[in-house]
Every structure is written in structure tokens, then in C-alpha cells.
């Protein structure tokens, strides 16, 4: 079936620009989170929703930074006033909790540039 | 907090070598799980295995094999008889279920034909 899906794939803006970045998850998956991946770094946690909600944004740098998930699939991620720094690769990670046990599939990334 | 060290930054090997990758975690948890993600070129991670905390028996898969060791924190991967197609950036991760994963630094494996 179709994996996790990220668009656009690169997305080049200028500093104090909007942008949004959306994640479309495996189907039926529950749990949505992203990440952010610097360059030569692992991926570090953003947010995590479960279903529509937020389950933990304790990730979120500051409060520039959002994400939605209002039906329960597709999700974006909102960041306002962009700065250099934003620049990263931005992941996307569905999964199925079963029997207890989650695995975590991740989408190809947006690759953020803010110039 | 859950903390995870993977210590060769990079990894340079001939092909048809054996190659093993390091990962030392650290978690106060009784119940966890580990992972192993490989990043290619084309950025994309791609699950590899999961193994749970209660689970200590290695795992072969083709080439690929996992040493797991509660009394060492270690989950070692091991790559035998390497080819081009295994040079990619590997992570090692932890959660403590339906938890966000934590990612090591990565580990760059250049396999050289």
C-alpha cells in the first residue's frame, strides 16, 4: 500500500515568510508525529498527535511553530515568522499501535530552506 | 530521559567486509522498545527492526543481524559480506512505547566497491 506521503518536497522561502508543510499518513494509521532533522544530526521530536489531539508538543521550539490534525489523517505543519534557523529537512511518522507495539514508518521529508 | 549514543560518526569499509555498528542506550524504563532506521541517499528513513525490551534473543535477517544486550545497553547492528547498496546513514532509536522515538547521531556507512 501507499507509505507516508510529504509535500511539496522542498520549499524555499525567504525570512519572516509563513509556510506549511502537510503529512499525509499510511491509511488507518492512528499516531502522527514530526520531526526535525538538522543537517548531520538524527531526527528530534516536534509534535505527536493521536487521532485529532495533540498528544505532546513538548518538542515544539517555540510557539512560532504548529501543527493540525483535524480530522485525524492529514496533518500540517504551520511555522510562522520563519528564520534562517528553521532551515531543515522536516520528517513526517505515522504508525499502528498493536498488541501494545508501535513502529514508526516516515515519510521522504520537506526539505525547508529559509533564506 | 532516554538517551542514545551511537560513536562512530562514520564508517568506511571494502566491499564484502563485515561491518558492525555500535548503539549504547540509556533509560530508567523497564519496558522499551529499540530500533534500527536506514537513511540512503534519497533521505528517506526505512525501518529495519524493532526489538522489545523483554526480547533478548539476536535476530538474522539475510545479511543483516542484531546483537542485543540488556547488561551492556548495547544493540549492535551487524552488516556481513557488505555491498555499495548498504552505504547509507544508519540511526538507532528508543521509545518507551507510544512514546517519540529518540534518535542517536547517526552513524555514515561508505561502502567501497
Known amino acids: 500500500g501507499a507509505g507516508v506521503s510529504q509535500t511539496p518536497s522542498n520549499k524555499v522561502t525567504e525570512k519572516g515568510k509563513y509556510v506549511e508543510l502537510r503529512c499525509d499518513p499510511i491509511?488507518?494509521?492512528?499516531?502522527l508525529y514530526w520531526y526535525r532533522q538538522s543537517l548531520g544530526q538524527g531526527p528530534e521530536f516536534l509534535i505527536y498527535?493521536?487521532?485529532?489531539?495533540?498528544?505532546?508538543d513538548s518538542g515544539l521550539p517555540n510557539d512560532r511553530f504548529f501543527a493540525v490534525r483535524p480530522e485525524g489523517s492529514v496533518s500540517t505543519l504551520k511555522i510562522q515568522r520563519t528564520e534562517r534557523g528553521d532551515s531543515a529537512v522536516y520528517l513526517c511518522?505515522?504508525?499502528?499501535?498493536?498488541?501494545?507495539?508501535?513502529?514508526?514508518?516516515f515519510g521522504p521529508g520537506t526539505r525547508l530552506l529559509v533564506l | 530521559a532516554q538517551k542514545v549514543t551511537q560513536a562512530q560518526t562514520e564508517i568506511s569499509v571494502v566491499e564484502k567486509e563485515d561491518v558492525t555498528l555500535d548503539c549504547v542506550y540509556e533509560?530508567?524504563?523497564?519496558?522499551?522498545?529499540l530500533f534500527w532506521y536506514k537513511q540512503p541517499p534519497s533521505g528517506e528513513l526505512v525501518f529495519l527492526i524493532r526489538?522489545?525490551?523483554?526480547?533478548?534473543q539476536n535476530e538474522i535477517s539475510g545479511r543483516y543481524s542484531w546483537n542485543f544486550q540488556k547488561s551492556t545497553s548495547s544493540f549492535n547492528f551487524t552488516i556481513t559480506a557488505s555491498q555499495v547498496v548498504d552505504s547509507a546513514v544508519y540511526f538507532c532509536?528508543?521509545?518507551?512505547?507510544?512514546?517519540?522515538?529518540?534518535f542517536g547521531k547517526g552513524t555514515r556507512l561508505s561502502v567501497i566497491a
Open positions: 491509511s488507518g494509521h492512528t499516531a
Open positions: 498527535f493521536q487521532g485529532t489531539g495533540a498528544a505532546d
Open positions: 533509560t530508567r524504563d523497564t519496558t522499551y522498545y
Open positions: 511518522a505515522s504508525s499502528l499501535v498493536v498488541g501494545g507495539q508501535e513502529t514508526q514508518y
Open positions: 532509536a528508543l521509545s518507551t512505547g507510544n512514546t517519540p522515538l529518540v
Open positions: 526489538r522489545n525490551s523483554f526480547d533478548e
